[in-house]
């Protein structure tokens, strides 16, 4: 293995978040109101071999989990090839992926054949109307259908992510809760962040996760105990219950410390942080296998720039438009 990805503040990273298309076929209030526009440039989205470069490269410098996101990267007709092609990475020990989960019922299958390892969907409403508003699709049924998939071909556990929304589903607690009793799900209350494209919304709609919190430990939730390779959320569980439920929360003091991931675009460019500047480009040590060391220089060099912190407590989101443009 070549030198471990570290910062200068001695974070090592042990997973990637990669994103294979800035397209989506959903229009969700807090990232794509409007649904997907292409940008004026070029949208040619990563291909597989450039995919299998990069993720070569992470894999060499210690890391083991690769999370494939987007946009909807299952509007990759790819994708199975993909997910393939990470799970066959030397070193990959995980690979998972977020997904609006359209799609989910009837491809689940051959992403596990193909080696998919983990899955988290986005469901922020048990309420199908709701769904509807907060989505902009009536595709309710179907990502629960999808849900109820994953089980049938052999995961033991599903994530769901729920983005708070202080209007829409910050009260619906117990019926999250009601719906994770008896099914394996890990609950992922995640708070609404500010992105360039979003002032209103997040004015109007940012609720902090603590009053959750404090319902969960009032009823008897405990924290479990943190690996190292676990993302930021601080998972609570409950010996009445099957599911779990994990908080995110980045908004609160001391949320960086344990930062392990880094992101890559679905153009090819390096983020260091969701809320940093513009992307580092790599795309142009992408082409040839032979480009490998050349490629983890500059990741190695960039991460040196990392910051302690995101800035989002000074109302500085950095320049991300929108979370579907580098995958959340
Ligand atoms: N399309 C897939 C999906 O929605 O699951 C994957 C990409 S999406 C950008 C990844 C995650 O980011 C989703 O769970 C989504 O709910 C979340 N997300 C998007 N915008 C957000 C925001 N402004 N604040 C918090 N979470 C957000
Ligand atoms: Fe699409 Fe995911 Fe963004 Fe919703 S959160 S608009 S599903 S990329």
């Known amino acids: 293995m070549a030198q471990q990805f570290e910062d200068k503040f001695q974070r090592k990273f042990y997973y ?8 989506c076929n959903f229009k969700c209030q807090y990232c794509l109101p409007d649904g997907y526009k ?11 071999p450039e995919i299998q470069r990069v993720v070569g490269a992470f894999a060499n410098c210690g890391t083991s989990k690769v999370r494939i996101t987007g946009g909807e990267p299952s509007l990759r007709k790819d994708f199975a090839e993909i997910v393939h092609a990470v799970a066959q990475t030397n070193g990959i020990t995980k690979v998972a992926m977020t997904t609006n989960g359209y799609r989910m019922k009837k491809q689940i299958h051959s992403w596990k054949d193909a080696g998919l390892t983990h899955i988290n969907v986005s469901v922020d409403s048990l309420d199908p109307r709701m769904f509807h508003q907060i989505t902009g ?25 729920v983005v708070l929304l202080k209007d829409l589903n910050s009260r619906a607690l117990p019926q999250f809760l009601c719906w994770i009793k008896d099914r394996p799900i890990q609950l992922r209350f995640i708070e609404l962040m500010q992105t360039g494209e979003m002032d209103p919304l997040f004015q109007n709609q940012h609720v902090s996760g603590v009053s959750i919190r404090n319902q969960l430990m009032a009823d008897g939730w405990l924290l479990k105990q ?10 609570y569980y409950h010996p009445d219950y ?11 003091r001391d949320f960086c410390v344990s930062c392990n991931r880094l992101r890559v675009s679905a153009k090819g460019k390096l983020h260091l942080c969701l809320f940093g500047e513009h992307g580092i480009e790599l795309r142009d040590l992408l082409h040839q296998d032979s480009q490998q060391q050349a490629l983890i220089d500059r990741i190695q060099g960039q991460l040196q720039t990392k910051a302690v912190s995101h800035f989002l407590h000074d109302g500085n989101p950095g320049m991300t438009p929108h979370l579907a443009s580098i995958g959340g």
């Open 242 to 252: 099957l599911g779990e439920v994990g908080l995110i929360m980045p908004y609160e």
């Open 16 to 23: 990637l978040r990669l994103s294979v298309t800035d397209v």
């Open 226 to 235: 943190r690996q190292s390779h676990d993302g930021p959320a601080q998972v």
């Open 38 to 48: 292409p940008s004026g440039k070029s949208n040619s989205f990563l291909t597989l």
């Open 137 to 161: 699709e009536n595709k309710y049924f179907e990502v629960m259908s999808g849900i109820d998939r994953a089980f049938e071909v052999g995961f033991e556990q599903v994530k769901v992510n």
